[in-house]
């Protein structure tokens, strides 16, 4: 029946359901109030980075760092089961498989402005601190802190 409906040339994955949701949203009285878990998928994602009024359950704006790879993903915290250590990864996982180990990256992310794929963060050297991209030594690109 839903064949008849719809043409099998759609652009998006589960369009119809995106469509229903679009109007449940859209016909609120004051406002929407979405429980979303952490690993959310492609459509929920979508919604959150689109809206500038989104706010976590501390009443504080929502920020995410972006994946630099897949650069529809944001990185989470995740803990590795064999040696208890905390690493960031792609909310996307195992369709981005991209992984930091500098947790940091979260409360100050700058993007590497010569590879465009990793973060800069602070080293040190025999020359003093500096900022270095996590994709060493593919990546050799570094900022004087001095």
């Known amino acids: 029946m839903l064949s ?7 652009p998006y994955r589960f369009a ?8 449940a949203l ?5 406002e929407v109030v979405l429980l979303v878990p952490s690993d ?7 919604l959150l980075t ?12 929502s920020s995410y760092t972006n994946c630099p790879y897949c650069k529809t993903g944001y990185l989470v915290i995740r803990r590795n089961a ?5 690493f960031l990864g792609c ?10 180990n500098a947790l940091e990256i979260l409360e100050d992310s700058l993007l590497c402005p010569s590879c465009q794929s990793g973060f800069m963060t602070k080293r040190s050297g025999r ?14 690109n570094t900022i004087n802190l001095q």
Do not use: I
């Open 4 to 10: 008849l409906l719809l043409s099998d040339n759609e």
């Open 127 to 140: 020359f003093g601190n500096f900022l270095g991209c996590t994709n060493y030594p593919k990546c050799k």
């Open 82 to 86: 064999n040696t208890n250590s905390e």
């Open 26 to 30: 859209t016909r609120t009285k004051n």
């Open 16 to 23: 119809e359901e995106r469509r229903l949701f679009y109007v």
């Open 91 to 100: 909310s996307h996982y195992p369709g981005c498989d991209q992984t930091f």
């Open 40 to 46: 959310v998928s492609l459509f929920a994602e979508e």
């Open 50 to 61: 689109d809206n500038e009024s989104l706010q976590t359950g501390n009443n504080e704006k």
